[in-house]
């Protein structure tokens, strides 16, 4: 006999799997686990990228096909994350050379049209300065080669100062010039830091210039600028750096005009209402609002979450969330803006483990309201991660861990809010 439904009945059964699917709350999936070793990279170091194909790219700190230098361990991989059929295949796509000291890639790659990548190392580069280079891995088929297109030497480079140690990771503007900044070098009565550029030939070159140096004019309002940087539609580049007014950090913008690069300090930073902002810089949203974290600052020295609004002449600072270090995790690593408005990042501590969480921080009712999306349990989950949260169209979160997964050497993961 067939049974048959009243339509109330199976739209009340249908709301109830509605409502059972959403209390589920976010999905947590891992990409992949390194295994470390010589055919796979160790500890992920930087934050994720993608290409137009939607391939994800990232750097770990050790690790790969060169063993015999860096402790034995490895001087560093760039790998590839290719999704298919609804799971992820990892490639290691370049193994870094021994050098006297580690690559430092702590800052995501860029990745161009053509697939080729570009990272800074934080030093290593010039052989007596050891400030530091910036690479391209160029793409050959399967193949990638690495390309040095600038090694920081600190001293002069054609008569023009030149920087040390790259303070962040590069970004690209419409025009596909390649900008970042120095922590140091630049003007030779300072060395506060550069603003540096690599323009592209059409020949496939790259012609290096330093088209600003922090603390020209001598005033202590942006020095030493550290944190990955961002652009907006009509070329301006925003940032952090030390300094500031109180000298715990600003967060600036710099404005190309037609005799050169304009600064503006958006905000100081205090010990009281948030210090030395983090590496992972500010992010924008489409209302033209920044958000960045300060990972040590607040009441219990753990870290906040700021907002910077602009106004006539001036920009607010808002201190959204600060962290107590427990459940809720503590030293924020960076935020990202989802589809809805919603802040999302990572915590590198604190989490019913100790292992850091993935939170979201949303606006409900006029408030910020933190929720734990994942508590990292150094376990195949991964655990303590120390590089930003990047978003896809859908406004799925990846990252990676830098400890944990199967083999004990990080992981990437995915989360669906």
Not at 32 to 54: E, I, Q, R
Not at 67 to 91: I, M, Q, V, Y
Not at 218 to 237: E, F, H, M, R
Request: proline residues 6%; charged residues 10%; contains cysteine.
């Amino acid at each position: 006999m067939q049974t048959k439904f009243a339509p109330g009945l199976v739209i009340a059964l249908f709301s109830l799997l509605l409502a059972s699917a959403s209390a589920q709350g976010p999905t947590f999936k891992i990409l992949h686990s390194f295994a470390g070793g010589p055919s796979d990279g160790n500890y992920p170091s930087s934050g994720l990228s993608w290409d137009a194909h939607g391939n994800l790219y990232g750097f770990t700190l050790t690790g790969g096909a060169d063993t015999t230098g860096c402790f034995s361990d490895g001087c560093g991989t760039a790998f590839k994350l290719t999704p298919s059929n609804g799971r992820w295949k990892e490639n290691v796509l370049y193994s870094f050379a021994p050098a006297t000291y580690y690559y430092q890639l702590y800052f995501p790659p860029v990745i161009d049209a053509a697939d080729n990548v570009y990272g800074v190392q934080g030093n290593w580069g010039d052989p007596t300065c050891q400030c530091g280079a910036v690479f391209e891995l160029a793409k050959n088929g399967n193949t990638w080669t690495q390309n040095v297109l600038h090694n920081f030497t600190g001293g002069f480079v054609s008569g023009t100062p030149d920087g040390q140690w790259p303070g962040s990771g590069l970004v690209q503007d419409a025009a596909g010039n390649l900008y970042g900044t120095t922590d140091a070098g630049g003007n030779p009565n300072y060395y506060y830091g550069t603003l540096y550029q690599f323009t592209p030939g059409t020949d496939g070159t790259w012609a290096y210039s330093i088209p600003y140096a922090f603390y020209v004019d001598g005033s202590p309002y942006a020095a030493n600028p550290y944190g990955q940087l961002i652009t907006d539609s009509v070329g301006n580049i925003y940032g952090t750096s030390s300094g500031g007014l109180y000298g715990y950090g600003a967060a600036f913008e710099l404005s190309p005009s037609e005799t050169g690069w304009n600064t503006s300090i958006l905000s100081s930073f205090t010990l009281s209402y948030g210090s030395y902002p983090s590496l992972n810089g500010v992010v924008m949203d489409s209302d033209g609002n920044l958000y960045g974290v300060d990972p040590d600052a607040g009441a219990n020295a753990v870290g906040t979450i700021y907002k910077l609004t602009p106004s006539i002449g001036y920009w607010n600072q808002t201190v959204l969330y600060t962290f107590s270090g427990g459940a809720d995790g503590g030293f924020p690593i960076n935020v990202v803006v989802g589809p809805q408005g919603a802040l999302y990042g990572v915590t590198s501590r604190g989490g019913i483990f100790g292992y850091g969480n993935v939170f979201q921080l949303s606006l409900e009712k006029g408030n910020w309201k933190e929720t734990v999306l994942h508590a990292f349990a150094n376990k195949t989950d991964g655990g303590s991660p120390d590089a930003g949260l990047t978003l896809d169209q859908q406004g799925n979160l990846y990252g990676t861990a830098g400890t944990g997964g199967i083999y004990g050497y990080g992981t990437v993961f995915e989360i669906t809010p």
